[in-house]
């Protein structure tokens, strides 16, 4: 297949994929409000109707945590997994949307919709792409697999968690952004933290010590955590954040729990032992100033390991290449929040993330993706994917 093939194919597509998109925005999937079959229903069927056999994951409870579909060649090889959420973030104050969130107008080239840019019209490009591989299965070397969570945006990935058992080569994610490929990025330590202090009546004549008072403190001393740098060949250090903090009752108790928590984002040279041995630490001489007062406990809540993609990493350079041959410049990024690319590495298995269509307001009020961008994405992908199944593509 000639790249020209390629390119001439997503053209081809665009209408229909611009439709899924379009079907998929209009069912409301917003993580832990909305049901989620009828858009696991609205994929399954659209695929069904091409030939191709799509099974609902879920989790221990039966509850529907996403879906999958396997093109198989007919030589034995790798699996590669092309990987999108079909759940959403919440649609946030619908009054400050141009069009509702669940419209997905068209106006002058957009396509607006929560979902749109992430990551609905990813899922749309790769059901396309994996007909086309269907098409020609008997060329393939190893299979390509679709996973589509609908428990991301949640924070749980039951998708992934469910599905991720046994060898996997590596996963494309189709987040959107056309400038950058993700190839690492930060990983994540979280933890809840439980400050104790001792429970009196606000005006009484004693005073006891404040948990909201001694948690205070503690913020005050991890907000002085120095990181070291992430090494040559990861370009961010360490992060820490408290994200959350809560306690007390009322006006007349002093109150005895106040609970924080914790974010850190790890790298090559300050890993999740470390995050681990700093919070520990920390905690621990704030607790020193504070006797008579139980000690903090610490719940280890997420831990996933910071990555990044080696330079021969066969799929960086499928990407990237493809992306060369098209005439783009795509820089690869190690980035700064983490994504399920990070929980992946976590189990030895390479992952890229981005690449997708030009977008505006994810997660905001009118996310909108640039329609015209559709088909170099889904070209670079369906090169991409061919290059790492053993089909010469011919530049």
């Not at 795509?330 to 189990?347: E, F, R, T």
Request: glycine residues 12%; negative net charge; hydrophobic residues 45%.
């Amino acid at each position: 297949m000639a790249i020209m093939d390629v390119l001439g194919a997503a053209h081809d597509d665009f209408d229909s994929v611009v439709g899924l998109t379009r079907e998929l925005i209009a069912l409301p999937s917003r993580g832990g409000v909305d049901p989620y079959e009828p858009v696991l229903d609205a994929v399954r069927d659209w695929l069904r109707a091409r030939g191709l056999s799509a099974t609902v994951l879920t989790d221990d409870t039966g509850e529907p945590v996403g879906l999958t579909c396997a093109i198989q060649g007919a030589r034995p090889g790798p699996r590669w997994v092309l990987d999108a959420c079909l759940d959403t973030a919440p649609f946030g104050d619908e009054a400050a949307w141009t069009h509702p969130p669940a419209s997905a107008i068209v106006h002058n080239g957009w396509l607006y919709g929560r979902g749109s840019a992430d990551s609905k019209s990813g899922v749309a490009i790769f059901c396309h792409i994996a007909v086309r591989l269907a098409a020609m299965a008997d060329r393939l070397r190893g299979s390509v697999e679709l996973l589509f969570d609908v428990d991301e945006h949640t924070g749980r990935f039951g998708g992934a968690k469910r599905y991720f058992q046994g060898d996997f080569a590596g996963v494309i994610i189709g987040y959107p952004g056309l400038d950058k490929l993700v190839v690492g990025g930060r990983g994540v330590y979280r933890a809840k933290l439980d400050v104790h202090g001792t429970s009196s009546h606000s005006g009484g004549s004693s005073v006891t010590p404040s948990a909201i008072e001694k948690a205070a403190r503690l913020v005050r001393a991890l907000s002085t955590v120095d990181f070291p740098d992430g090494g040559p060949e990861f370009p961010l250090p360490g992060k820490l954040t408290v994200t959350a903090i809560s306690g007390g009752h009322g006006f007349s108790v002093t109150p005895d729990l106040c609970a924080l928590n914790v974010d850190i984002r790890t790298t090559p040279t300050f890993d999740a032992q470390q995050a681990e041995d700093v919070l520990r630490r920390t905690v621990a001489a704030v607790d020193a100033d504070w006797p008579g007062t139980r000690p903090t406990h610490i719940e280890v809540d997420t831990c996933w390991p910071a990555y990044a993609l080696a330079a021969d990493s066969p799929l960086r350079e499928a990407m990237l290449g493809a992306a060369r041959q098209f005439g783009l410049a795509v820089d690869p990024k190690i980035a700064g929040p983490s994504n399920i690319g990070n929980y992946l590495a976590g189990l030895g298995i390479p992952a890229t993330a981005g690449f997708g269509v030009t977008y505006v307001g994810l997660h905001g009020a009118d996310e909108r993706i640039k329609l015209d961008t559709i088909p170099i994405v889904q070209a670079v992908h369906h090169a991409a994917v061919l290059t790492l199944l053993g089909v010469p593509v011919l530049w």
